[in-house]
C-alpha cells in the first residue's frame, strides 16, 4: 500500500468518524448520564463518562412516574395508527395505480398538498371536534390524526412499489375466480411486502415522535404518551437529568432497533416521498 | 359489457379511495372549515356567558395590533431564515461526507437516520441540557478554552442562537439523507469525463454536483420551510418561549391562546394567519412540480 492510497483511506475515515460523531453524540451523552449517581451529576467541572456507573436512574424513571404506563400508550397509539395508515395508503395507491380513474394526478397533488399540511394549525378546531365528539383522553383523538399525518406519503410510498408489480399475475388470479379486493390482498400486498413494510415504519416513527397534538388531546398523565409523559418529568423547581436520561434511552432503543435492522428501506421510503415528489 | 366492466372499475376505484376521502374530510376539511368560522367569532371558555357572538374581523385586527402575536411572527420568521439555509449546508456537508467509498455503509447511514428518528421534543431536552449554564458541556467546552460560561437559555439573544443550532442539527439529518439519494444518481461517467477535461474538485462541484443535485435541493427546502413555519417542539422543550417571551414562535402562541387562555377564537384567527403562510409555500411546491412534470 502507497503513501497517497493510505492518505485517502484516512480522510474516508475521517469523513466517515466526522458523520457518525455527529449523529451519534446526542445519545452516548445521554447514555452517560443515565448511569451517573445524583452526586457526580452535580459535580464542578463536569465529568463526561460516569466514573461509577450505575443502573439506578431507571429504577427511579419506572417508580417516579408510570412511564410503563407512557410506553404502553406510545405502542397502543403508534400501533394502532400504523395498521390504519397502511391498510387504508394501500387501497388508495392500489386504486390510483391500477384502476383507470379520472383525475389521478390531481388526487395525487392534493395527497402531496395533505402531506405538506401544517396540521399544527388545526390544533384549535381538532381539540373542539374531539372534545364534541368526546374523544379527549381517548386514544382515538390521536390515533385519527396521526394517520392522516402519515397517510399521504405510505400511499406515495406504495403506490411505487405497486407499480413495479407486473398487472399479468393478478390478472391470472382473477381469471382463476379471484376477485380485485382478494387480488390486491392475496397477490399485491404479499409481493410489495418492502414497500408494506417501509410504510409502516415511517408512518410508526411519525406517531412515536410526535408530541404537539398529544400534549393537547391527552391531559390526564396516565393517557400521556412517551414524548410528552418524558418531557413533563421536570418537578417543580429541578430537573431530574438522570432521571430523564433514563426515560430517554428507553424511549429512544426500541425505535434505535427498528431503524437499525431495517435502515435501507427507511432510508428508500424517506427518499422516494422526497425526491419523487 | 366492456363498458359495464369498466364502470365498476370506477365505482371499485371510488370506494378504496373512499377511507383516505373520510379521514381528510373528518380531520383536515371540516377542521379548516371550523377554523376559519372560528376566527369571525368570539368563542372564550372562560367567559361563557359570552355566548359565541359574531364579531367579523375583530381578531384579525387584534392580531395586527398585538404585540405579542408580531414578536413570536418575528420569532418564527427568524427560525425559517436561519435554521432552513443552516440546515441545507449541514446537510449538503453531511451528504457529501456520507457519500464517500466506505467499506462498511450501515454506521453513516445510521448516523443520519438517528437525529431523524430522535423526536423533535427529545432533541430539544438534551440541547437544553447541552447549554446549561453550569452543567451542560458547551459551557465546559468555553470555559475550557479560557472564556467566561455564556448564559444560553437566559439571555434573549443566546438563547434564540441554542435554539437555531439545535433545529439545525435535528432537522440536517433528513436533509442529508434526501440529498445523499440525489448524489447518488449522478452517473459517475459525467464526474470521469470532467476528470479528463482536467476539471478540478471545486469546478466539479459546482458545475455537476450542484445543478444535478437542484431537484432535490428544491424538495428538501420545501419540506423544511413547511416544516419550520410549525416550529414548536424545540423551543418548548428548551425554554418554553422564555427569557419573557422572547423565543415563542406562532405555533407556542396560538396554543398557549387556545390552551392556556381558553380563547379559541383568537387562536382561531392565528392559526388561520399560519395557514395562510403554509397555503402560499405549498401552492409554489406545487406549481413547481406541475411544471416539472409537464416537461417530461
Redesign the interface.
Known amino acids: 500500500m502507497n503513501l497517497a492510497t493510505m492518505k485517502t483511506k484516512s480522510m474516508v475515515m475521517l469523513a466517515g468518524l466526522i458523520v457518525v460523531v455527529n449523529g451519534f453524540f446526542p445519545a452516548i451523552w445521554i447514555l452517560f448520564t443515565s448511569l451517573k449517581t445524583e452526586s457526580e451529576l452535580l459535580q464542578f467541572p463536569i465529568t463526561y463518562i460516569p466514573r461509577d456507573p450505575t443502573m439506578v436512574n431507571y429504577y427511579q424513571a419506572f417508580t417516579e412516574k408510570p412511564l410503563h404506563l407512557f410506553i404502553l400508550n406510545s405502542v397502543i397509539v403508534a400501533g394502532a395508527s400504523t395498521i390504519i395508515t397502511v391498510f387504508v395508503a394501500a387501497l388508495a395507491a392500489y386504486a390510483l395505480t391500477r384502476l383507470k380513474l379520472p383525475k389521478r394526478n390531481l388526487i395525487m397533488s392534493c395527497l402531496l398538498a395533505v402531506s405538506m399540511f401544517p396540521l399544527i394549525s388545526l390544533i384549535v378546531p381538532l381539540f373542539q371536534v374531539m372534545r364534541e365528539l368526546g374523544l379527549l383522553n381517548n386514544y382515538l383523538s390521536l390515533i385519527l390524526p396521526y394517520t392522516v399525518l402519515s397517510l399521504p406519503v405510505c400511499t406515495l410510498v406504495m403506490a411505487s412499489f405497486f407499480q413495479d408489480i407486473s398487472p399479468d399475475l393478478e390478472a391470472a388470479a382473477m381469471v382463476d375466480g379471484c376477485t380485485r379486493v382478494q387480488a390486491l390482498f392475496k397477490i399485491v400486498m404479499p409481493l410489495a411486502a418492502p414497500g408494506v413494510f417501509t410504510a409502516a415504519i415511517l408512518a410508526f416513527v411519525n406517531a412515536w415522535d410526535e408530541f404537539l397534538l398529544a400534549l393537547t388531546f391527552l391531559s390526564r398523565e396516565s393517557m400521556r404518551t412517551l414524548s410528552v409523559g418524558i418531557t413533563l418529568y421536570q418537578g417543580e423547581f429541578a430537573f431530574p437529568w438522570p432521571l430523564i436520561s433514563a426515560a430517554l434511552i428507553v424511549a429512544i432503543v426500541p425505535v434505535c432497533i427498528l431503524i437499525a435492522i431495517f435502515q435501507e428501506r427507511v432510508v428508500g421510503g424517506l427518499t422516494a416521498g422526497g425526491v419523487k415528489g | 359489457m366492456k363498458q359495464s366492466k369498466?364502470l365498476s372499475?370506477?365505482t371499485?376505484?371510488?370506494l378504496?379511495?373512499a377511507?383516505?376521502g373520510i379521514?381528510?374530510a373528518?380531520?383536515?376539511l371540516?377542521?379548516?372549515a371550523?377554523?376559519l368560522i372560528?376566527s369571525f367569532h368570539t368563542i372564550r371558555l372562560t367567559e361563557p356567558w359570552l355566548g359565541e357572538p359574531f364579531v367579523g374581523f375583530a381578531n384579525y385586527v387584534r392580531a395586527w395590533e398585538d404585540e405579542r402575536f408580531w414578536g413570536a411572527l418575528w420569532n418564527t420568521i427568524l427560525y425559517i431564515v436561519i435554521t432552513v439555509p443552516g440546515s441545507l449546508a449541514l446537510g449538503l456537508g453531511?451528504a457529501m461526507?456520507?457519500n464517500?467509498?466506505?467499506k462498511r455503509k450501515?454506521?453513516?447511514?445510521?448516523?443520519?437516520?438517528?437525529?431523524?428518528?430522535?423526536?423533535?421534543?427529545?432533541?430539544g431536552?438534551?440541547?437544553r441540557?447541552?447549554f446549561d449554564f453550569?452543567?451542560?458541556?458547551v459551557n465546559?467546552f468555553v470555559?475550557r478554552f479560557g472564556f467566561d460560561p455564556l448564559p444560553w437559555l437566559t439571555d434573549p439573544i443566546l438563547a434564540k442562537i441554542a435554539i437555531c443550532i439545535t433545529i439545525i442539527?435535528k432537522s440536517s439529518?433528513?436533509m442529508a439523507?434526501?440529498l445523499?439519494?440525489?448524489l447518488q444518481?449522478i452517473p459517475k461517467s459525467l464526474y470521469e469525463a470532467a476528470e479528463v477535461d482536467g476539471a478540478g474538485k471545486w469546478l466539479q462541484f459546482k458545475e455537476i454536483t450542484l445543478p444535478m443535485l437542484m431537484?432535490?435541493i428544491f424538495?428538501?427546502l420545501?419540506?423544511r420551510t413547511?416544516t419550520a413555519?410549525?416550529t414548536?417542539?424545540i423551543p418548548?422543550?428548551m425554554t418554553g418561549g422564555g427569557p419573557g417571551d422572547s423565543t415563542e414562535t406562532l405555533?407556542m402562541y396560538?396554543?398557549k391562546n387556545?390552551?392556556d387562555f381558553l380563547d379559541?377564537g383568537y387562536?382561531?384567527a392565528l392559526?388561520?394567519i399560519?395557514?395562510i403562510v403554509?397555503i402560499i409555500?405549498?401552492s409554489g411546491?406545487?406549481r413547481y412540480?406541475?411544471r416539472s412534470?409537464g416537461r417530461d
Open positions: 369498466e372499475e370506477r371499485l376505484g371510488w378504496l379511495l377511507p383516505v379521514l381528510l373528518l380531520i383536515v371540516y377542521p379548516v371550523k377554523l372560528s453531511l461526507l456520507a464517500l467509498p466506505f450501515w454506521p453513516v447511514r445510521l448516523a443520519l437516520l438517528l437525529p431523524w428518528a430522535l423526536p423533535l421534543v427529545f432533541a431536552l438534551i440541547f441540557w447541552f453550569k452543567l451542560g458541556f465546559d470555559s442539527w439529518s433528513f439523507l434526501v445523499l439519494a440525489g444518481s431537484p432535490a424538495v428538501a420545501i419540506f413547511i413555519i410549525q414548536f417542539d418548548y422543550a405555533a396560538i396554543h387556545t390552551l379559541f387562536g382561531s392559526a388561520a399560519m395557514f403554509s409555500a405549498t411546491y406545487l412540480t406541475q412534470a
